[in-house]
């Protein structure tokens, strides 16, 4: 079983009676096992990276190290004798669990995972397995046992994070290059055992504990049997506990799924983006910053804003995911003013809206040109990030009549609503928007109905059909979607798998195709590969200056001798990628003779 396919129902849950006989690892949770069901109904909850790294904050002999604040041993190549003094001079005087917690739930947060030991080897508990623990400093609280206590006044779940990755142990391996210790002595049984121990102290002391999230999985001593044992050994402590999946070595890198194959691990972990679909059948969570480091970083104002967030929010919820938001607290315990302020502001957009987040499941729609959409039992929740001009919300491809419209905000002023065609108009002209996100309901009554997204046909446009991110098929190995000049277009295009899809309906005709697109110049040279109907088109990706700089490209003409209903298809030609195949934001098909065949005339 792996968290990328959806396996079949049937062996799913055969799979997983026999694994939980066996007390071996199960995938992700079958919707017969209610272990999730807290956790698909929070959708939302706040990652927390605290530790002895907060103290340097990014900045070590006076300069900025590169990369993220909690990196910071790695990237100034701190020796471990040096980094270790940091301990004493942790003493956050101003840390309050119960402030941090309550923060999580202003901001409509259900859950917390906190690095309870980072890859620095720090641990934040009073570990009776090591010294180099909280209570070696002179602050000498157990921050776990605190936070564990306030979570549960608050009503929100406590996480632990853990380090699988130590820098500091002297028995993990590899070890960095400039730790100066003999590895010879090192033994990795000996450090999994540690592992373990640890561990096992985060899941006898602190009651109940939601989720268990490992990271620092990748490095070679690390292995699947190894990882399996691990998976085993938290639920054998918390049966109802969740794994993250990287405890075991089956994540994808950053996009954070598993490869093929069998994993342990309830829920996938993209980290720092947004799958470009939800996978039915799938767990997944995505986690990211608010500005460009997981741990305080005293020199990072790259904050994103408040309409950024939820409108992440609302694409993980939009694709059946989960968000996991971090902070980055002080070395004297606070959570930075600029992030206290941006959750405040999703609270308050939560305290409003949060019926079209909790308890939801991916919308029906491939793609909307307008925002995102979520969905509980036959009630669609619109999830509006830009205002139509016309006062007029067009649902595109929406089968079945709405019973009933309403804004979440004023649920007790219906909407009108009307067909037009394949689609439903909302009027929302007397809808007060909010800049972030704006919820639409729809209550349908019975099961939505949704056409496939379609390209208006090439005869209703004067011969001209254009394809763009927002008129294509959203499946997964779509390339993401980035706005460059405030235009949409494909970028990270870095996949050879990757490809933009649509549904295309073209009659019988000659038809010369081009391509409105960017690639730095290093990486110029790639063959896309554009298809329809079996008909083949390959160009080499032309150089044009930057990623930024749009050129339009002929990609070449192909013949229909007959009217073709099929899926227009642009990919590479296989190979391995430099760095990009392109950012991609057009594809015209121009029809420039029609076609002769007597038969399809
Ligand atoms: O705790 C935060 C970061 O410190 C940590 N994960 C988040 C939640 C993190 N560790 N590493 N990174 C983030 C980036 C590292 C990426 C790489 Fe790799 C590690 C590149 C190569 C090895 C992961 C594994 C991506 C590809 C393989």
Partial sequence: MTARQAPRVLSRALLFFLAAALGACAARPAPADHRADWWREARF???????????????WDGKPAPGTGEWIMRNAKIPVTQYETLKDR???VNFDAHAWARLARTAGMKYLVITTKHHDGFALFDSATSDYDVMATPFKRDIMAELARACRDEGITPGWYHSILDWHHPDYLPRVPWDNRPASDADFNRYTAYLEAQVTELLTRYGPIGVMWFDGEWEDHWNHERGKHLYELCRRLQPGILVNNRVDKGRNDMAGLDREGEWCGDFGTPEQEVPSTGI???DWESCMTMNDTWGFRADDHNWKSATQLIRTLCDTAGKGGNFLLNVGPTADGRIPPES?????????WMSVNSGAIYATSAGPFERLPWGRCTSKGSTLNLLVFDRPESGLLTVP???????????LAEPDRPLRTRRE?????????????????TVIVLEMGSKPKVAPLAV?????TNGVAVLTPSNCRALPATPAIEHIEGVESFGYWTGPKMAARWRLSLPPGEYAVTAELACQNDSAGNIMDASFAGRHMLAKVPPTGSWQKFQTARLGSFVLTKAENAEFCVTTSGGKLAKALMNLRKITIQRVSPSHDKESE
């Fill in 280 to 282: 039915p059948g799938v």
């Fill in 421 to 437: 065609g394949t689609n439903v108009i909302v009027d929302v002209s007397g809808v007060g928007f909010d800049p972030a996100a």
């Fill in 45 to 59: 909850g706040m990652f927390i990276h605290w530790g002895l790294y907060a103290i340097p904050a990014g900045e």
């Fill in 340 to 348: 206290a302020e941006r959750l405040e502001a999703i609270g308050r």
């Fill in 90 to 92: 942790f003493n956050p």
């Fill in 397 to 407: 491809g929406l089968l079945n009549d709405p019973r009933r419209a309403y804004a």
């Fill in 456 to 460: 208006t046909p090439i005869s209703d």
